[in-house]
């Protein structure tokens, strides 16, 4: 079948069949609206055409709007070959139309695919298909009625719950919220749909006009407050984001106007929101997250993945234990080693009370728990790695005893066993330096919890074999995350680009910043979480160990605080004693402590950065600079040495890894908004106030100088490639 293309047939029985057809989901791509208005026009001309069924080809209606013409929109700036879709398409060739239209589900109806047959009078539906409107996920707002048809059907409440989570529903549930109008098996799908509409032609089942409907508004009153709370919500939950109550606006237009115009309010807001920064960052993260698998030079030379039915994992930890989790979960079979029996115990304990709090948050039943702890297996001999597909270390960052490690695997694991290390801080080339199977060393880095977080740092030594890497995105994938190829040098790519983060924040502070204030910027600026919450929650020790890492390798551009240590001499480690720049409850509610301002108070007095002993004064876009902006630098230096082979995997690897606003689109595509110019001019302000710790670098002073954006190719003369 073509791609992006729609097709009629009409039956013996008069009902014309309008099939979309733009596999693997059948968005609806601009040649695919043409489509359906030519389709649509022709049976609705045709006299022996009495009804018509619109479905998709093979087993999904529709995903929903196409994200590559979505994106070609923003880039464009032209919206006009879709501007008409919203009304006359669906409101008057399909909605208002003299022969009536049943919507076939199957699979999905997500987004305009949900819209779609939202404007049909009738709905038909296989059981398990997923119907709901996620746009709101992209920074845009559903644009083909969703907000003035979805309430009509089932509900203001439940509408809008839909569109602010972006969370489908089972056609099972669409049937009884009044969604769906039937279920029926996959098989009779279409029959089924052919003998509704029928029926609605010869005025045996009822024509309903969706934007007619209004049994199942809430009075005006009561639906003004719940939209007031929903408001009210949506401005806790997302306060940086207005695109969540622009939704609310269409849907309030039309309760209080009427459909008509609340479609046209729609359309207006549509617009607003898919030129807006907000859409372009989430629609580059969309894709930016897809293209990860791709590097050139690996993914393009044919090579085929080797399965991994096996994994070994050497240190049943924190890390260790969270990476067994998540093979099993995803079941893979899994040896963890350990030195000795308690330690083993602890790990396997670790890796049952992961899979524990899912039963206990219903994500997991008793018998799915038994079954994927059966794949675990504890161990105190590498023998049991002789199987192993991949080998994962993940112990303490001691170099000898890596090196050890890799000795002993290159001896029992098979010759195809991929070697790989969860290290953060140690050079991968040190690692494997004792063994000859070099071209198997790779590193493998998750991030904490790793059976939570998304990330999959991989990374390539220049001996790397391209089939091992090969074999880890493979992998990655299996196990449900994003993986990113990255070079090899100290904290790789996210913890190398952020590592600026919490030395600027230190810095503010020994400036005179609060602590706590510091923590309330950074959060409202969408981090999950302000850099001493985080550095709480870590660890100080890590935080100590990766900066003395920093420090040895970028004597330069390391700023030099002394109130980590000092923390750490009373014991103040952070969360885990529950004390740190927080104090902690018996729940680990975090809550500032009044104590820490002595300690404060002396690093300040040790730093002397502190202009004549007077705190500075800065505004909260100042404090945001301030942090970020070195990130941004770093970023720039990451990219102009070839860590990454693009910068939107620097982008995906900041969302994914450090918890940047995807929102925001990474850090270099919000860098890129701001401008390099901005970002340089700014930087060099603080450089010649605090030190080359601010210094911009070559790539991203050319970038200023040249009006490039940071995120293009980097000249192959200003490349030290890692990759």
Sequence with gaps: MERGHVELE??????????????????????????????YEEALKRDDVKAIVITGAGDKFSGGFDIISMEAIQKNGDLSQISWVSVDLKTILIEGARKPSVAAIQGLALGGGLELAMCCHARVAAPKAQLGLPELQ????PGGGGTQRLPRLVGLSKAIEMM?????????????????????????????????????????????????????????????????????????????????????????????????????????????CVFSDTAKSLVHV????????????????????????????????LMGSGIATACILNGIQVAIKEVNADFLQAGIDRVKANLQSRVKKGKMSEEKFKKTLALLKGTLDYNDFKDADIVIEAVIEKLPLKQQIFSDLEKICPPTCVLASNTSTIDLNLIGEKITAR????????????????????????????????????????????????????????????????????????????????????????????????ADLVGFEVGLASGMTYLEVYPDRVYKSMLFPLLMEDKRLGEKTRKGFYVYDDRRKAKPDPEVRKYLDKSRSLSGVMPNNKPIVLSDEEVIEVIFFPVVNEACRVLEEGVVSKASDLDVASVMGMGFPPYRGGIVFWADLIGAKRIATRLNQLSKAYGDFFKPCTWLEHCAATGQPLRSPVESSKVKSRL
């Excluded at 029985?13 to 030519?38: Q, Y």
């Excluded at 009210?232 to 039309?254: F, W, Y």
């Excluded at 930016?288 to 049943?316: C, E, M, N, W, Y």
């Excluded at 590193?443 to 999959?456: E, N, Y």
């Design 10 to 39: 009409v039956c013996p029985d008069g009902v014309a069949v309008i099939t979309i057809c733009n596999p693997p989901v059948n968005s609806l791509a601009i040649p695919v609206f043409w489509g359906l208005k030519e389709k």
């Design 138 to 141: 992209l920074g845009v707002i």
């Design 164 to 272: 602010l989570t972006s969370k489908p529903v089972s056609s099972e549930e669409a049937k009884e919220l009044g969604l769906v109008d039937a279920i029926v098996p996959a098989k009779e799908l279409l029959p089924a749909a052919r003998q509704w509409a029928l029926a609605i032609a010869s005025f045996q089942k009822p024509w309903t006009i969706t934007l007619h409907k209004t049994d199942q508004l809430e009075p005006l009153g009561e639906a003004r407050e719940i939209l007031k709370f929903a408001r009210e919500q949506t401005m806790i939950r997302a306060p940086n984001l207005s695109h969540p109550l622009k939704c609310l606006d269409a849907v309030e237009e039309g309760i209080v106007s009427g459909g008509l115009a609340g479609l046209y309010k729609e359309g207006e807001v549509f617009k607003e």
């Design 286 to 317: 969309f894709f930016a997250q897809r293209a990860t698998a791709k590097v050139k030079g690996i993914t393009d030379r044919g090579l085929k993945p080797r399965s991994a039915r096996k994994v070994g994992v050497v240190g049943g930890g």
């Design 439 to 534: 071209d198997r060393v790779a590193g493998a880095h998750f991030f904490s919890p790793a059976h939570v977080m998304p990330l999959f740092e991989i990374i390539r030594t220049s001996n790397t074999a391209p089939q091992v890497l090969i074999d880890l995105l493979d992998f990655g994938k299996k196990i449900k995350k994003v993986p990113v190829v990255v070079g090899n040098c100290p904290g790789f790519a996210v913890n190398r680009t952020f590592f600026p983060y919490t030395q600027a924040s230190l810095l503010l502070v020994d400036l005179g910043l609060d602590v706590y204030r510091i923590d309330r910027i950074v959060a409202g600026f969408g981090m999950p979480m302000g850099p001493f919450r985080l």
